[in-house]
């Protein structure tokens, strides 16, 4: 794509990965989130061994993945010309959905999948502007989030911490103070301060560890299955509290379903999907002052 061509505003069709053979390596690895298993057959080699460092704890069993994707190389340098090295500007992913089949684009890759068949493509392409393993990341974000909304529970756009064995989980548009909140607690481990996964299960609705941390470094990360105590819409304010939660902290979880918020206008069912996933878990909003200590305002509860 060159410099001054228009950008595209949709992702490749999938007329687009028809024809195309040469895989883009020939390495093989599965991310495991606690029995959701994406397989990526045909990286790169040195691809597989950065993923295979950032993603160790949360490598699995690559015989039975839930969805396998086949990635292939591309000529191209990329798909969406970036321009961060120029001006700053939102990551750009270009995203459709058609009900069945996911498609996404971004600077380095073009891909497309389908949960329910469990397999998909990804075309690779050979920029060096946006690193292979961010380009990589972005997609299994992408892919982790419809694997669990098919399977009742969803990927959320917030932080999370387990504390006496049990997940509290805290959201709201970016600057509601995620990350902030995540580097104050001064009890339990830090999941995430930037995205949750969580399944509904015979045990109720779980969070469990993925390699998703966000900008938390502290510590070693996270794995396992932990059931959630509370869904907490963060609000900065002068001082630290709890206030009981309305239906207004359900429609504010919803904008914060990465990947699947932009499909809702199209596809209102997926909000019953997550609704049905929530259910007999309390929502309170969470206000806190920084460097305060918010852990007894959750003891105490709302007030």
Not at 143 to 163: E, N, P, Q, T
Request: proline share 8%; net charge negative; aromatic share 12%.
């Amino acid at each position: 794509m060159s410099g001054g061509a228009a950008p595209p505003d949709r992702p490749l069709g999938l007329e687009a990965f028809r024809g195309v053979d040469p895989p883009a390596g020939p390495e093989s690895l599965a991310v495991d989130l606690q029995g959701l298993t994406v397989r990526l057959d045909g990286l790169p080699a040195d691809l597989a061994a950065a993923m295979r460092a950032a993603y160790g704890p949360y490598l699995g069993n690559e015989d039975s993945p839930l969805l396998r994707i086949e990635v292939l190389r591309d000529e191209r340098e990329y798909f969406i010309e970036p321009r961060f090295h120029q001006e700053w500007e939102v990551y750009r992913v270009l995203t459709e959905h058609d009900g069945r089949v996911f498609r996404l684009m971004s600077y380095r890759f073009a891909a497309w999948y389908d949960v329910a068949l469990g397999r998909g493509q990804l075309l690779l392409s050979c920029g060096d502007l946006d690193p292979a393993p961010r380009a990589m990341e972005n997609f299994l974000r992408s892919a982790f989030a419809w694997l669990a909304m098919d399977r009742g529970g969803f990927l959320l756009h917030g932080a999370s911490i387990v504390r006496d064995g049990r997940a509290h989980v805290f959201y709201g548009p970016s600057g509601a103070g995620k990350s902030t909140l995540s580097a104050m607690s001064r009890q339990g481990r830090v999941i995430s301060d930037d995205l949750t996964p969580m399944l509904r299960t015979g045990a109720g609705l779980e969070v469990f560890g993925s390699p998703f941390r966000g900008t938390y470094r502290v510590g070693e990360p996270v794995v396992g299955r932990f059931p959630i105590a509370a869904f907490y819409r963060l609000r900065k304010d002068t001082g630290t509290f709890v206030r009981p939660g309305n239906a207004a902290c359900f429609a504010d979880l919803l904008g914060n379903l990465p990947w699947v918020v932009d499909q809702l206008p199209r596809q209102p069912e997926l909000a019953d999907r997550a609704h049905a996933a929530v259910q007999g878990v309390p929502f309170f909003y969470l206000h806190f002052e920084k460097d305060a200590d918010f852990w007894p305002a959750i003891d105490r509860g709302p007030v």
